[in-house]
């Protein structure tokens, strides 16, 4: 047996579905095979619009081929069973559930072909239509991050990771693409894109007995959070596990202000802490450092780039608080950090070349941007044992971002306050 297994496990070890027709069928069987379910390893679940793109391919997809495709409009993936559009995600649900299978890795893949990639050829003409319908109005429409929110709520999985971004998008050589419509390239009607792939990704532990929440022994998070599905990510990661370590969060808006994260919640423990968020979303200064209060005996590392702070805030009052309330960091990251009513650029921080001490330079890197005359730090990094110190000393030097030239502008540390306005 175990010489066939090595016969089969490539074939099996990992599973792509659509979860329509007949694919929910195979998956369903294989599902039932006491043997074969065993060595699937990772299970993919994506459409077919990946073999349906030149972009992926190198070729014109066939217009005669079956394909099965998510139906969609502008607004998603249409599920109502009633219309006939049903994804057969509940079927999954049970099957994972009951650990008929048990894989260690499982992704969901939005493959989304930009438009004109189908103005290559009738063949594509045509496949748009298949692609992109008018869905009947019984039809529910969803995001992608519903379908996973349904596997971590009804799956009985065991996450110890989970990625939600962007995806990779394999390219094909185009060579033989552009020589066979080189009519459509002369005439100015052809042109092609790389696509928009979404995908949400989960390491399992492959412990299906388990008794817990499904995110409850997760680990390491990396997630680009939009305002639909922020929240139920967010409570997954701050509020229901205890183990989390690593987390890489950009969140994006437009969010009521700092309405975004109950620190009053957050129980995770964390060791490295990566922040970004969109121009239209902000955190006030309380709920930052109180998120960070929960971590203030683990913490090493942070990471803020592009994070507003909110009401009447200040990066000055909080990089020290930061400083002496999280007494392990020994790494720091900061980049391009604004605060409301200071206008839409950046904070700066004049004069940190020399009101930094010398003995806490060691470590320390500088990143300059811009115009020889109007020089700005765009990051400031940090790793070694005095961290705390650094971060202090930051705070001293902040003042509000300005078009102003560098050479006009004062630090307002005590080193050089006596050469300020301030």
Not at 102 to 123: C, D, G, K, M, V
Not at 232 to 244: D, S, V
Not at 264 to 289: D, F, Q, T, W
Request: aromatic share 6%; charged share 25%; net charge negative.
């Amino acid at each position: 047996m175990r010489d066939i297994d090595e016969i089969l496990r490539p074939f099996f070890a990992s599973r792509t579905t659509s979860l329509i027709d007949s694919d929910l069928e195979k998956l369903q069987s294989l599902s039932e095979d006491q043997h074969l379910r065993g060595l699937v390893k990772k299970l993919i679940i994506e459409d077919d619009s990946s073999q349906l793109d030149a972009w992926t391919t190198g070729k014109i997809p066939s217009a005669t081929a079956t394909y099965h495709i998510w139906p969609r409009n502008e607004a998603g993936i249409g599920l109502g069973s009633d219309a006939g559009l049903g994804v057969g995600i509940s079927t999954l649900a049970r099957i994972l559930h009951e650990g008929l299978l048990r894989p260690t890795q499982l992704a969901i893949r939005n493959y989304r072909i930009p438009a004109h990639n189908h103005q290559l050829s009738p063949e594509t003409d045509h496949i748009r239509e298949t692609i992109v319908v008018e869905l009947p109005e019984s039809a529910e429409t969803v995001s992608l991050t519903s379908l996973a929110e349904d596997l971590v709520d009804c799956g009985n999985l065991d996450i110890i990771s989970f990625k939600v971004g962007l995806g990779e998008a394999p390219c094909a050589d185009l060579g033989t693409l552009f020589d066979e419509n080189e009519q459509r390239c002369e005439e100015g009607r052809f042109s092609i894109s790389s696509p928009s792939v979404w995908e949400i990704s989960f390491e399992l532990a492959g412990i299906h007995d388990n008794q817990e929440l499904s995110c409850s022994r997760l680990r390491t998070a990396h997630a680009v959070l939009e305002p639909d599905s922020a929240p139920y990510w967010l409570e997954q990661l701050f509020y229901n596990t205890i183990r989390l370590e690593t987390s890489s969060l950009c969140v994006r808006g437009p969010w009521p202000s700092d309405s975004w994260l109950d620190a009053r919640r957050v129980v995770a423990k964390l060791v490295e802490l990566e922040l970004s968020c969109s121009s239209h979303v902000g955190i006030s200064a309380h709920n930052l450092l109180a998120t960070l209060s929960a971590s203030k005996q683990s913490l090493k590392r942070i990471r803020f780039n592009d994070v507003r702070l909110v009401g009447n805030s200040s990066w000055r009052e909080v990089f020290p608080e930061i400083a002496s309330g999280c007494q392990s960091l020994v790494s720091f990251s900061i980049g391009r950090l604004h605060e409301d009513g200071k206008g839409e650029l950046p904070i700066k921080f004049p004069g940190i070349k020399t009101c930094i001490p010398q003995e806490y330079r060691p470590g320390l890197r500088l990143l300059e941007k811009g115009h020889v005359y109007n020089r700005r730090m765009f990051r400031v990094d940090y790793e070694g044992p005095h961290a705390g110190k650094v971060l202090e000393n930051l705070g001293l030097c902040v003042v509000a971002g300005t078009p102003d030239e560098i050479l006009n502008e004062k630090c307002s540390c005590p080193v050089h306050r006596e050469y300020t306005s301030f």
